[in-house]
């Protein structure tokens, strides 16, 4: 089976913003902290160190309500440069051990190290090495997780952490998985874990006992040949050395709630900007053509909505149309805006017929 001859190995900074801020400020060391917007306006949480997320600030939360939970959390903001530099510095430590480095994020990559030499080729000593030359040269720890494949390496790289290490080997997949959450599958979102649970199906193991035509009827076919091919621990998809951007888009979190009837000008402030950065991206980048335009609006409960519509050019028009369109799906005050575009390869584009 082809995943057998893989070493993947999935590598995710421990905390990275924060764990970078604490390190050049050593005073912030051993104190809740978190890199994110100030509360006042309305702001919230990048990343949070451990001692921070011991009181249940995490990614995404409103910088307010981290306060109310922490209110001895120290808030820094983002230097997104400062950031850049250090990933720049990890994502060097990962070439020298394989050219097949997907970049998920600033923090977090899949390396394919299946033809890699050195430490006698084992996957487990390679992912040793990584994480000792990332501390040696960055000061910061990062987890990292060795499987046959992209999905196992994944979970497997949140398993031990922080600065933690855990090998899934081939002849081991079958029982790890079988005791795996099915919340822990990729692309398990609320809704399918609670028609999933309805029916009792619960783990990995499960999910292997039922057919495809039983599954198909609750989550549709597609998804249900994938979901249980990961189930059973199965993902042949390639790490990919250049990742391809499928998206642009700019957002804003607004100092105070806006009224729907204030929402048009204000976005049209932040489409005016996107546009114009959008322009001097698809100078840099021709191979990228604009397939379809997309509105995304945070109402003040948190609940958020995204719009599209194919639009090959992201005209003001056509992102006001969605706007009317999000705006009827919730009467609340408006929190956050944004809007932008996915991209196509212009060598997909369907040729013109005459």
Same mark, same amino acid.
């Given at each position: 089976m082809k995943d057998k001859k893989r070493k993947i190995i999935h590598v995710d900074m421990d905390c990275f913003f924060a764990a970078v801020e604490v390190r050049d400020q050593p005073e912030l060391k051993g104190k809740a902290v978190a890199v994110g917007g100030a509360a006042k306006r309305r702001g919230v949480i990048a990343a949070a160190n451990y001692e921070a997320r011991n009181f249940g600030v995490h990614s995404a939360l409103s910088t307010a309500i981290a306060l109310r939970r922490c209110p001895e959390l120290i808030i820094v903001r983002p230097n997104m440069s400062k950031y850049k530099e250090v990933s720049t510095e990890v994502f060097k430590i990962f070439r020298k051990y394989t050219h097949l480095v997907e970049a998920i994020s600033l923090d977090e990559a899949f390396l394919d190290v299946s033809e890699c030499p050195l430490?006698?080729?084992? +996957? *487990?000593?390679? $992912? /040793?090495?990584?994480?000792?030359?990332?501390?040696?040269?960055?000061?910061?720890?990062?987890? #990292?997780?060795?499987?046959?494949?992209?999905?196992?390496?994944?979970?497997?790289?949140?398993?031990?952490?922080?600065?933690?290490?855990?090998?899934?080997?081939?002849?081991?997949?079958?029982?790890?998985?079988?005791?795996?959450?099915?919340?822990?599958?990729?692309?398990?979102?609320?809704?399918?874990?609670?028609?999933?649970?309805?029916?009792?199906?619960?783990?990995?193991?499960?999910?292997?006992?039922?057919?495809?035509?039983?599954?198909?009827?609750?989550? +549709? *076919?597609?998804? $249900? /040949?994938?979901?249980?091919?990961?189930?059973?621990?199965?993902?042949?998809?390639?790490?990919? #050395?250049?990742?391809?951007?499928?998206?642009?888009?700019r957002e804003r979190t607004f100092d105070s709630d806006l009224s729907h009837g204030e929402c048009s000008d204000a976005l049209k402030v932040i489409f005016d900007e996107c546009k114009k950065k959008l322009k001097a991206y698809l100078e840099e980048k021709p191979q990228y053509k604009i397939k379809t335009s997309v509105l995304k609006v945070k109402f003040a409960d948190f609940t958020s909505t995204t719009v599209e519509c194919g639009d090959l050019n992201f005209e003001w028009s056509v992102i006001e149309s969605l706007l009317t369109k999000a705006l009827e799906r919730n009467q609340l005050r408006v929190r956050l805006m944004g809007c932008g575009v996915k991209f196509t390869k212009h060598d997909s584009a369907q040729p013109d017929l005459f």
């Open positions: 430490h006698h080729g084992s +996957g *487990t000593l390679i $992912a /040793e090495a990584i994480k000792k030359d990332i501390y040696a040269k960055t000061g910061l720890r990062a987890s #990292a997780g060795i499987a046959p494949n992209k999905y196992l390496a994944k979970i497997a790289s949140d398993w031990m952490k922080p600065d933690g290490i855990y090998t899934i080997p081939p002849e081991n997949i079958e029982k790890f998985v079988q005791q795996l959450p099915v919340k822990k599958i990729w692309g398990v979102g609320k809704e399918t874990l609670r028609e999933l649970r309805k029916f009792g199906l619960e783990t990995c193991a499960d999910l292997q006992k039922i057919s495809v035509k039983n599954l198909a009827k609750l989550i +549709g *076919t597609n998804r $249900a /040949e994938e979901l249980l091919e990961l189930a059973k621990g199965i993902d042949n998809r390639e790490v990919k #050395a250049n990742r391809e951007r499928k998206s642009y888009t």
